[in-house]
DNA sequence: GTCTATATGTGGATAGAC
DNA sequence: GTCTATCCACATATAGAC
């Protein structure tokens, strides 16, 4: 398709720069002529090389999102060869699809942070061409670790397991896009999360670790936690079904199985 | 300030629909002349009302807040009442933050899931008057809550407890927000979460009820996660510090204090 | 492949009559 | 408070010369 030299760069060039646009100011918050003036190209490049600025946000999508998703399926087809038939642990492929992401923060060659907040961020957007474009681009690997999951936790019931997931791409996607947030909930001592004022540069790298590292264990402890009491209709007694938190310990279901 | 009944009804009628579009299409991708129209009101009603379109959006979400957030507060102090100096338990504190806004969605003279949706959606946008608007609205409450968890977790460092909640707040918000990522995990068995086709009244109410039941487990879980094995750095050896968790057993540190 | 010029549409906002 | 008419900035997209 693009074979002459000028023309890769072009392309690379406008992707680059829409997607660190399309981060800071949005979707249609972000106009081509600030893209093409950015890129230093011309205005008509964009509709010449992509055929317009929806086709564009795909492209700048499926540049990193068809190796992030090879990277994950491969992943999983590594652990479950390994297992050789065993169930999985639900670190594991927390690992394998979160920890494939979020190593994505650490490598600026496949996006870094940049790329890592503009999915946060689009991930909630309402445009209707967007959301089929998700859609066709996660359909094959959600649906390989739905399943994973239901084989590693065959006790609880499998729209739980749904739920939870969705839960777990909430609590990543926001930890992800939320740099505002966050600041609001700081106003204090967080190491070196400084806003985006001078930051930037304020090494990607660690916060992308830092987040790895503290998110992990989160998303494992909401997965693993006591089904709500509703759903257990076996031990508790039915009494005040909203409020029999008092000790929650993790039943046997819920816990990993050793392979 | 208003006064008259006529002006009260266009108002309303005003917030009503924007609250709606804004939610289907997004702030950007909702024009004043749409909004005008589905509140069979002039195009220059809003200016006249509200005086530009970011204001309305300011105003669509200081009508709810400001009671959700007062509410909030009210709970909080009426745990810390009860608890009379003693740290709370965290499902308390979750269950005031979240249930209080869950319960939101069952109600739709306080805005319902369309303003839910409208909120998890809006959270993650880019534009700085939005940001800068949230923040102002948000600080109190989060300053509140914060405390709150610090004094009833005194042994997880105070840095920790703010990633987590900022997980939690984007579990929420996501789940909320994500009616389409939803729909691709699932293409499957979720009772009656069908689309948005013909749904909307496919009872809302219900979902509320049940997204409450099940975020609220799932929230806690990972807000009693065992720390990130880095910070740790007591007990575990630092032999492999990615991959030490076959058996996360939730320590002392984190279960709650009986009163 | 690149660029200029332009077609064509839509947006938010407002002045001024009623 | 409401409404009409209009201003003006800016959007995407394309036609056609180079």
């Known amino acids: 398709m693009?074979?002459?030299?000028?023309?890769?760069?072009?392309?690379?060039?406008?992707?680059?720069?829409?997607?660190?646009?399309?981060?800071?100011?949005?979707?249609?918050?972000?106009?081509?002529?600030?893209?093409?003036?950015?890129?230093?190209?011309?205005?008509?490049?964009?509709?010449?090389?992509?055929?317009?600025?929806?086709?564009l946000l795909c492209e700048v999508f499926r540049r990193r999102l068809s190796w992030l998703n090879r990277e994950r399926l491969h992943a999983l087809d590594l652990l479950e060869a390994e297992a050789a038939g065993a169930p999985l642990k639900p670190s594991q492929i927390l690992e394998a699809f979160f920890g494939t992401l979020l190593r994505i923060g650490e490598d600026s060659s496949l996006g870094g942070m940049t790329f890592l907040r503009l999915l946060g961020r689009t991930l909630t957007q309402p445009a209707e061409f967007i959301r089929t474009f998700f859609a066709s681009e996660y359909a094959e690997v959600i649906e390989r670790y739905k399943?994973?999951?239901?084989?590693?936790?065959?006790?609880?019931?499998?729209?739980?397991?749904?739920?939870?997931?969705?839960?777990?791409?909430?609590a990543m996607s926001y930890a992800i896009a939320g740099t505002d947030v966050l600041r609001v909930l700081t106003g204090c001592e967080l190491g070196d999360w400084a806003g985006e004022g001078a930051a930037d540069s304020v090494d990607d790298r660690a916060l992308a670790r830092r987040l790895a590292q503290r998110l992990m264990p989160f998303l494992l402890g909401g997965l693993r936690a006591p089904l709500p009491s509703a759903l257990q209709s076996l031990t508790s007694s039915p009494a005040s079904p909203s409020e029999g938190d008092t000790e929650p310990q993790t039943p046997n279901h819920l816990q990993e199985k050793q392979p």
């Open 147 to 170: 399943q994973a999951l239901f084989s590693a936790l065959p006790d609880v019931p499998k729209a739980e397991l749904v739920w939870r997931l969705h839960f777990m791409l909430g």
């Open 2 to 55: 693009a074979d002459q030299k000028t023309n890769h760069d072009t392309r690379e060039r406008i992707l680059d720069v829409a997607e660190l646009l399309f981060m800071a100011n949005g979707y249609e918050g972000t106009s081509m002529r600030v893209i093409t003036t950015g890129a230093e190209v011309n205005l008509a490049a964009v509709n010449y090389h992509f055929g317009s600025k929806e086709a």
